[in-house]
């Protein structure tokens, strides 16, 4: 027997059977605050599967589909990036009417994860709109819709970058049943330039770019690399173009309190989380205690205000809006917990010498950098 709906005209009452029994077969979804694990249903209302037990046959590496997310994620809409991708099966969710899950970010699960990818099946439901934002930006997917206008058998895929903000609007009606996957770069480009000069020495002239992008950190680490190695969209385009201009950018971790009139820049991350619980003062201390600690000045602050020469000077070409802060280095709410790295703010430094003292890299290493260049104009047009 079948039922009409307003979304799907005919729908098998056997399906609407099977979904009822997924959706009392999975576990109630948690979510990560800070440490733990958190079960409330006042921010997330779902089911989940975990991958022992829910196995599934869908492999996004045998389809076409991960050749538009290195086209269009990692590639900034070019076929031709060599960049690997990975995508490893993380959960099975259902949101059933009243289901929804408030706004958050994919907890990082390790250096290399990048982005997270959603697939939503093609069964009967209304609502569940996936909102995500950045930077002011939004975009909205309603796979409920498109789904019913799509061919039967079809599909719905979303795949962002996992630092982003996103969430789940309620469902109206019916059963949302999505597969997550975490998306991981494979083998990395190499690094085209490593910054030798230590992280105390003095700026004297320097740019910074703020990041747009959070990445992931991993406490106790000798430097930065790994997240060198892991930049994202125009990040990488910054940084790229920055070697091929001959000067060598410098990835360093920003910290600051609200009752600072300074921010404090590391070159590696410290060897533990930050304690809450210790008094601001106490941060520059705390940060000495696994690394070098650059003082510098704020965006749009005065050089050496009040004679102060108790801090290096440099210009921000893009404002660090948000920062790695004191209050703790995670992010409020996440989908788990995490397990090995943590999102930190990240800005670019670059030393600036005298005209013509750069280092100009011989043309075959600026290759992947001047193809990065050639994609960001061409997206700017």
């Known amino acids: 027997m079948k039922q ?30 800070k440490h733990e694990d958190v079960l409330d249903e006042t921010y997330r209302k779902a089911g989940k599967m975990d991958t022992d037990a829910f196995p599934t046959s869908i492999v996004p590496e045998r389809t076409a589909l991960m050749d538009v997310i290195r086209r269009d994620l990692v590639g900034g809409g070019q076929a031709d990036t060599e960049q690997a991708v990975n995508a490893e099966f993380y959960k099975l969710n259902v949101y059933g009417k009243g289901s929804f899950f408030k706004a958050h970010q994919d ?11 959603v697939l939503t099946f093609p069964t009967p439901h209304a609502g569940g709109a996936l909102a995500i934002r950045h930077w002011g930006a939004e975009w909205n997917v309603d796979a409920a ?13 979303a795949a962002f970058f996992s630092d982003v903000e996103h969430e789940v609007a309620l469902v109206e009606s019916g059963h949302r049943v999505t597969l997550t996957y975490n998306l991981y770069f494979g083998a990395m480009y190499p690094l ?19 990041l747009r992008h959070a990445y992931a950190i991993r406490a106790g680490a000798e430097d930065l690399h790994e997240v060198q190695r892991a930049l994202k969209d125009s ?10 201009l001959g000067v060598e950018p410098t990835l360093f971790l920003i910290y600051q309190d609200e009752s600072m009139d300074f921010a404090l820049m590391v070159d590696r991350p410290p060897a533990s989380e930050l304690d809450v619980e210790k008094p601001a003062d106490d941060i520059q201390q705390y940060l000495q205690r696994s690394t070098d600690v650059i003082k510098i000045n704020l965006p749009n602050s005065v050089r050496y205000a009040e004679g102060r020469r108790d801090r ?22 996440g989908n788990n917990a995490y397990v090995s790295a943590i999102y930190g703010e990240v800005c670019i430094a670059v030393r600036i010498g005298k005209v013509n003292e750069g280092r100009r890299l011989p043309p075959e290493e600026n290759e992947e950098a001047i193809k990065r260049r050639e994609r960001c104009d061409m997206d700017s047009e």
């Open 192 to 210: 085209r330039s490593a910054a030798t000069a230590p992280a105390a020495a003095p700026f004297k002239k320097a740019l910074a770019f703020r």
């Open 4 to 33: 009409k709906s307003s979304l799907y005209p005919m729908v098998d009452q056997e399906m609407l059977k099977e979904l009822d029994l997924l959706a009392t077969s999975c576990d109630p979804a948690t979510f990560g605050l």
């Open 145 to 157: 819709q498109l789904l019913a206008a799509a061919p039967a058998h079809s599909i719905a895929y």
């Open 312 to 333: 290096e000077y440099v210009n921000w070409v893009t404002e660090p809006s948000s920062r790695t802060r004191y209050e703790g280095q995670l992010r409020a709410y």
């Open 107 to 117: 907890t990082p699960r390790g250096t290399s994860m990048f982005g997270s990818l």
């Open 235 to 244: 990040d990488a385009v910054v940084s790229d173009v920055c070697v091929e």
